[in-house]
Structure formats: C-alpha cells, structure tokens
C-alpha cells in the first residue's frame, strides 16, 4: 500500500476503506487490492465525512513526485540499471506500488532542437531494491555520470489501480 493511508470505517455502509494520498492525489482502496483515483474530490470526501483528516490538493497538482539518481555500484559501474530513492518511500511495500511506472530525467541543453532546449531522457521503474525504499530503473538510453544526486520525475502512470 502506498504511503500516508489513513483507515476508515463508513458508519452508513460498515465498509471499512483506506484513504491514500500520493504526491497530493488521493485514492481510495475499496477492497484492499485496488486504488480508485479521486476526482470529484469535494464530493467524494464529504460523502465520506473525512476532510479533516486528510489534506485536500488543491487544482492543477502535478502527476508525479521526485526522486533522486544515486551510483548503481560500489565496484563496477553498472550503467544500464540507475537506483532511485523516491520521495516519501522508506520501505519495500510502499515502492511496491510504483512498478512500471514511468521515469524522466529532465535536463537543458546547449543546442536548440525543435524550438526547445529542454530535453527528455525517459525510463521505468523495474523493482526494488533493498529494504529501504530505493527503486531499480531502466533508462532508454544511459543517464551520464554527471547525473548521480541528480532529481528525476517518477510519473504515477501508467496506473495499475
């Protein structure tokens, strides 16, 4: 289960049900295997009578959430696999939920192309790694040595929920 759950049971219904918040989108597991996306979110949280308990986000937040690029290995360098440590994910289970989603490392370069100099290098979230939340990825092409500490963009798509 993604991190900052809350439990709740619905007096009306007695349908117990967790309340999830994932870089500032809320999501509700109904029956504990599947996350259902809020959208209609004044609606959907007054019928619940939770807002207190949870922080509501606020129009136009973004659909991904940070990490940072650190090296894959102490002795070889193993360019083709980069570890991730996303945001808020300090256990196995948490980064759990985000296998297969998408990865971009965002940079500027010197020369313009196609009227932009912003430029994409996109990858995936592949499995995790270790106990501490750090995740394996997988880039199209290679993220260059310089981007070790550097900040990726861990997109909440596509979504399995």
């Known amino acids: 289960m993604p991190p900052h759950c809350i439990e709740h049971l619905d007096e009306r219904t007695n349908i117990t049900f967790s309340i999830c918040e994932v ?7 109904l029956n504990e ?3 259902t996306q809020v959208t209609a979110i004044g609606a959907a949280i007054s019928a619940i ?4 308990a949870i922080q509501i986000p606020e ?11 650190f090296e894959t290995r102490r002795v070889t360098a193993d360019s083709d696999r980069s570890l991730i440590q996303i945001e808020g994910v300090n256990d ?12 971009a490392f965002v940079y500027r370069a010197q020369r313009e192309i196609r009227g932009t100099k912003i430029r994409v290098i996109w990858g995936k979230v592949t499995r995790p790694h270790g106990i501490a939340g750090v995740v394996r990825a997988q880039f199209r092409s290679n993220l260059p040595p310089k981007t070790f500490g550097a900040s990726v963009r861990v997109m909440l798509y596509p979504s399995s929920i």
Request: with cysteine; aromatic share 14%.
């Open 59 to 69: 129009q136009g937040t973004s659909r991904f959430c940070y990490g940072r690029h």
């Open 49 to 52: 009578s939770v807002a207190s």
């Open 23 to 29: 870089s500032s989108s809320i999501y509700i597991d």
């Open 92 to 103: 196995t289970k948490a980064a759990n939920f985000y296998l297969g989603k998408k990865i």
């Open 33 to 35: 295997s599947r996350l």
